[in-house]
């Protein structure tokens, strides 16, 4: 089980100490990398308060997995109400609705306490979970139950990525559906190995052992195959409570658990892989001069004082002092356990670093092969940066191939420029920092992410990391003795990137020429990169899709980046019709370098003066995906420069842009 559970390391606590780092992170991403910190309460005393009373009982985390249809509710509301974790109020309520609801013999409908449950969300979280403890004489649970609608795939992995178990429902009548395959797949991706498989409404199949026999087997094929290792198949009726709590005198050819059984007893730990220790560092705790601890929770291998360990990725050593928590030291502290670190060394180490074991430290990289889920309406675009957090770590990150996407039906391996919501796809993917990680499979914590969008602030992708594609120690900057600010100096110039936006005929290569005319006169070194140019060359592979321009404007941008390297002052016209790749561009570059000049003109106007005679072959049809037309120009928010073109003549705007970099 995991102690310090959600409180250690809520983000409450870590505004309270000060730390000044700005997450750019969501309520929601939140939600995601650490439900327990939200998970409503059905108790009425605080989680903590709850969890702390019931700890000498193991924990057993496990999701739901099946529509309504299938009994999901029922199968949850009774557990709930038969292990006797309801409170008088709900009961009552309940009955009352049940009544409403006209069920047979005024009976309880279970259906209506999960979806009232379900109601009692918490604000601020958009994505659909509902976390709900119950406990047994033997153990105590928290069940993820992820509503089925159309947004299930998302809401799976999110209920699935902390869970040790999935409790897969099927209909007696109907069999295994494609959406028990699907289920069943991504529960496989998470690295869920136990598989509880409900084989339920038995009682409208009359208890027939060969139609449950034939469902069970069918199963473990599907099992066998997704590398699911451990399958128990009960014959339930959750609605009679056949196998439910106890075995079922109307299935007396079956012998194995009922489902609580099953769930008080299946040892779902795994063989740990033999890792040293692994402290994701959550927050630094400072609180004066002469204490500097590092908290987090162990995410894997153990701890003493005097052990030595290593910070990653920096590669710095020191040994531990003192294992700090609330309730004293401790000699001995290991996975799953919330504690401040102490070191004998005043080392650098900041939130998102791993403190590891210094004989076996994690591996650092910062390209890997991963898999992952997309999840957002708005297609991942291969080569767009997004926010990649892992632990308490946030980096830059970009998907720079996709490998091919997986049929969650077939698990056949498909070819895919981009992703759709929902699609789960082989990946490989570039960070712009190096980080410390495991993979998944021998670790969750270190080897589990999401992609959050930059903007949007929404996680957009949930990922695995299954090897790393380049360790970081293996590529080194070649280092030059004649760097970028010699170069700028014998050129008496600063280094710009002037990075041109605007759409097709705005006036971009037209301004750009003049203002590179007029640099060159007064004796500077300049160089143009227009996109009609580089695109017969460096860039003749890419076409207007929306995944191309992306591509179009990275390599461009890396391209320009290496021009002020060598201390030019460049001169970018490209359309550049997206925010996130002009953001991506401007990253690259060193504060007041990059030079964002937005050509400023209506797409009536662009179209008026039609200049190459294109916009009137988009209007017939006959050029596809054309900016303006259809295909979108995102408008730049805050550029160093606007130039309305229908207010000056190219000669004046371009005056502008040289009084600005003068
Ligand atoms: N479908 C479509 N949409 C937009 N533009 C098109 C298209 N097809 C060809 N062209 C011509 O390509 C020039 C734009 O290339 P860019 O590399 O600047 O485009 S982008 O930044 O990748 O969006 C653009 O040049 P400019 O008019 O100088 O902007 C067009 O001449
Ligand atoms: N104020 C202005 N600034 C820039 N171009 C203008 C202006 N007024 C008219 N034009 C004309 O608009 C056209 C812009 O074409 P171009 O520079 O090739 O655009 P882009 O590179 O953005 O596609 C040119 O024919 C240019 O003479």
Redesign the pocket.
Known sequence: MKPGFGIGDSGLVEAERGDAEVEPVSGEVLAFANPESRIPNPVGDSVADYLRQHERKSLLRFITCGSVDDGKSTLIGRLLHDTKRLFDDQLAALSADSRRHGTRNGEIDFALLVDGLAAEREQGITIDVAYRFFDSARRKFIVADCPGHEQYTRNMATGASTADLAVVLVDARKGLLTQTRRHSYIVSLLGIRHVLLAVNKMDLVDFDRDVFERIAGEYRELAAQLGIEHVQAVPLSALEGDNLIERSPATPWYDGPSVLEYLETVDTARAEAELGLRLPVQWVNRPHQDFRGFAGTIAAGEVRPGDEIVALPSGRRSRVQRIVTADGDLYYARSGQAVTLTLEDELDISRGDVIAAAERPAEVADQFAAHLLWMDANALLPGRSYWLKIGARTVGASVTEIKHKIDVNSQAQLAAKHLELNEVAAVNLGLDQAIAFEAYRDNRELGSFILIDRQSNATVAAGTLDFALRRAGNLHWHPVDVDKAARARSKHQKPRCVW?T????????????LVDKQLHALGHHTFVL??DNVRHGLNKDLGFTDEDRVENIRRVAEVAKLMTDAGLIVLV?F?SPFRAERRLARDLFEDGEFVEVF?D?PLQE?ER?D??GLYAKARAGRIPNFTGIDSPYEVPEAPELR?P??E???QA?AQRVIDYLR
């Open positions: 041109f605007g759409l097709s005929g705005s006036g971009k290569s037209t301004i750009a020429n227009d996109g016209s359309i050509v003109t662009a003066r200049v190459k130039l073109t229908l000056h003549d190219a705007l």
